[in-house]
């Protein structure tokens, strides 16, 4: 059994859009893109490195996954751990890149996630992917959230949890603030939503 971890960057008012500059998505008019840099400092760089120091595949939307083949396959030095995992992509339309080691999930994309599931390997990691990731949620298919909460606000966008999720319960297992102010917090299902009432 793998599991799907969501590793996420997100505004205090829950945006995850084109955190790492102004190009990365402006689709929708947001122009509030690039949020992300002025607070990445040394303590950052160390989690994610540990993060992505373990084996992982990759499990992205189309639009993440030609962001990261733009940059990563020209980059092996930094990213040894991205360009040896297996890229497994979610898209609408069938394509091929030169990126070793990419397979397209097309047609019946839930279907594919849950047999990828089931499989033998590594934690499928997904990063970015904000339309994909709500597909993930639609379906209970994530496992895990290692979520980068930075304190900017930037209004509209598009948000971790746009699409709504199913009611369950998570266990935070990790959280640290870094000295720029990132408060950096992993959580892991915990079974299903539990509830109760304070008034007596």
């Not at 990759?58 to 020209?74: E, N, V």
Request: overall charge negative; charged content about 25%; aromatic content about 10%.
């Amino acid at each position: 059994m793998r599991k799907i971890k969501v590793l996420t960057f997100l505004t205090l008012d829950g945006v995850m859009q084109s955190p790492g500059a102004p190009e990365e998505d402006p689709s929708g008019g947001f122009e509030q893109g690039g949020w992300l840099p002025p607070y990445f400092d040394e303590t950052l760089g160390e989690i994610m490195n540990k993060e992505m120091s373990e084996p992982f595949d990759l499990l992205l939307g189309r639009k993440t996954f030609d962001i990261f083949a733009s940059y990563w396959p020209q980059h092996k030095e930094e990213g040894p751990g991205i360009n040896n995992a297996t890229k497994y992509v979610a898209s609408k339309t069938p394509f091929t890149s030169d990126w070793e080691t990419t397979i397209v999930l097309e047609n019946d994309v839930v279907k594919k996630v849950k047999e990828l599931k089931e499989s033998d390997g590594p934690e499928l990691q997904v990063h970015g992917s904000g339309n994909f990731i709500q597909t993930l949620l639609k379906h209970d298919l994530v496992d895990e959230f290692h979520l980068k909460i930075f304190p900017v606000t930037v209004g509209a966008g598009k948000r971790l949890f746009d699409g709504g999720t199913l009611p369950a319960a998570f266990k935070v297992t990790h959280s640290e603030t870094t000295p720029a102010g990132v408060v950096v917090v992993s959580y892991i299902r915990d079974g299903n939503l539990k509830s109760g009432s304070v008034i007596e």
